[in-house]
């Protein structure tokens, strides 16, 4: 292969057999990372100066070679990309993607339909509404649902807010005159939130001194009492409670709030609720696990994310609320070069629902995925992330060198590696140590979180290659390094 050339007429196309060699290349190199999984590494460890060298070149003028182009990408993309693919990836909430959305991504790309209005994708756009749906479905969500594919769990909860946000003071006019002059809201929600629903308060101008954190108990769920207490006083001081948000798996240990209490509280102080469920959301679907989600159909709307347990790979996220017409309340805006006057009845205009006007269609993957596969099948994929966890956790507590620190009812298991010692402060010293030694290492990747203020390692599966074996090999390469660190 050299450069590209066959060229039909003046365009950027090649001819077919041009066009299907450079597909085909592709191809290869796809098979040969799934021939490849289970040995990839976690991380490949390198100085960010010499990544950026790399890359580091002016504007190319002229074309390279094509061999030299796919060599290069070979080397510097993907034989150094981060494992997440592979069965040792445990950091953040990483899932490893499947074969089938990979080849859905192709399609989509290749079609490159535009999902913000009906006639530039009529059948992305119903497969998109029926992926929302069946979101809905998954999490129980009693609701007529109205949703739509955003980037990941932290545009979902942006998203589930601004709603929140516009709806909540329709009646103001807010979304025309702004907030300047009205008395502040609060949003009250745990102590363990992520951090997108902070992000999301700064965005939509409430400020953080409006967020009220609210402690946890043990099992690291939101304290109902304290929760009234709080929003008692603020009414007290003159505030005005606005909205609960309850997690449905929190990053940091999996623990999902008491969403049928934090529902009661909303009713009956007339607030908005929401959940983000963008790690555990889509885990409501098992049956033993349904009594944990008790409330979420409750919700105003609810953040979920594919490109979490779902396996899908990045981005697929997803906002639901009860109805479309919330969204288009929310979010539509008159343009002329929009109109949609001259069309027939019964098209979904996705622009008007949110804020992006271009999209790509996100829900092609995930319905591709889930015909192909039948929800039977990915569910028992999530059932196995939770009973390797259990294992993981198992492990752990039989072992002398580590310790289990928080697990909650899902896929993460927050622990440390104690070499035996019954030192905290040691302990917690060789933990902080064992991060950057452990991505030098690269066999497993792993970080870690600060729990009840303590720093630990922090676990998370899911991914549906993960086995048994490779959750040894987790325990054994910390123990082989951490081992290497006290010496
Ligand atoms: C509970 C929770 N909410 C929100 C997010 C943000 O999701 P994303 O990274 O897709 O923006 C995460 C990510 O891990 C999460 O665990």
């Given at each position: 292969m050299t450069k590209l050339k066959e060229w039909v007429g003046d365009s950027l196309d090649v001819q077919t057999s041009e066009f299907r060699d450079i597909l085909l290349r592709g191809v290869d190199l796809l098979v040969d990372q799934y021939q490849q999984i289970d040995d990839q590494l976690g991380y490949h460890y390198f100085d960010p100066a010499e990544v950026a060298s790399w890359f580091?070149?002016?504007?190319?003028?002229a074309p390279m070679d094509l061999d030299e182009l796919f060599q290069l990408i070979q080397d510097k993309v993907v034989n150094t990309a981060t494992g997440n693919l592979g069965p040792h990836m445990y950091a953040y909430v990483m899932s490893g993607g499947s074969q089938i959305s990979l080849v859905a991504e192709q399609i989509a790309s290749c079609l490159n339909q535009n999902i913000g209005k009906w006639h530039l994708g009529p059948a992305m756009t119903e497969i998109e509404k029926r992926v929302v749906q069946w979101g809905a479905d998954m999490i129980g969500y009693q609701h007529q649902a109205g949703g739509v594919m955003l980037s990941g769990g932290s545009a979902a909860n942006l998203a589930g807010l601004t709603v929140a946000r516009n709806l909540f003071f329709e009646s103001e006019e807010i979304r025309r005159r702004g907030l300047f002059g009205r008395k502040p809201f609060t949003l009250y929600t745990s102590s363990e939130v992520h951090g997108c629903i902070d992000k999301s308060v700064e965005l939509l101008g409430i400020g953080t001194d409006h967020i009220r954190k609210i402690s946890v108990d043990d099992q690291y769920m939101l304290r109902t009492d304290e929760l009234r207490s709080q929003i008692n006083q603020d009414i007290a001081d003159g505030l005005q409670p606005w909205c609960i948000v309850g997690t449905a798996g929190t990053v940091n240990t999996g623990a999902i709030d008491d969403l049928d209490a934090l529902a009661d509280l909303a009713e009956e102080y007339q607030m908005w609720f929401h959940v983000d469920g963008a790690y555990g959301g889509l885990a409501a679907q098992l049956d033993g696990l349904s009594s944990y989600y008790q409330?979420?159909?409750?919700?105003?709307s609810v953040a979920i994310d594919f490109h979490k347990w779902l396996y899908q790979p990045f981005e697929a996220g997803c906002v639901l609320v009860k109805d479309w017409s919330e969204l288009k309340r929310s979010f539509y805006k008159k343009a002329e070069y929009l109109s949609t006057d001259f069309e027939g009845d019964g098209r979904l205009n996705f622009n008007e629902h949110n804020f992006q006007l271009s999209r790509n269609c996100k829900a092609f993957k995930v319905w591709m995925s889930i015909k192909a596969y039948g929800m039977k099948r990915i569910a028992a994929m999530i059932k196995k992330d939770i009973d390797l966890t259990a294992y993981l956790a198992d492990q752990i507590t039989k072992s002398s060198d580590f310790e289990i620190k928080a697990r909650g009812p899902l896929a993460i298991v927050c622990f440390s590696y104690?070499?035996?010692?019954?030192d905290p402060a040691l302990v917690e010293h060789l933990n902080k140590r064992l991060i950057p030694a452990l991505e030098s290492d690269g066999r497993v990747f792993i970080t870690g979180t600060n729990i009840h203020g303590e720093f630990v390692l922090r676990a998370c599966l899911i991914n549906h290659r993960k086995t048994k074996a490779s959750v040894d090999h987790l325990l054994e390469v910390i123990r082989d390094v951490g081992k290497s660190l006290l010496d």
């Open positions: 580091d070149e002016t504007l190319p003028d409330g979420i159909s409750r919700a105003d104690t070499a035996g010692s019954q």
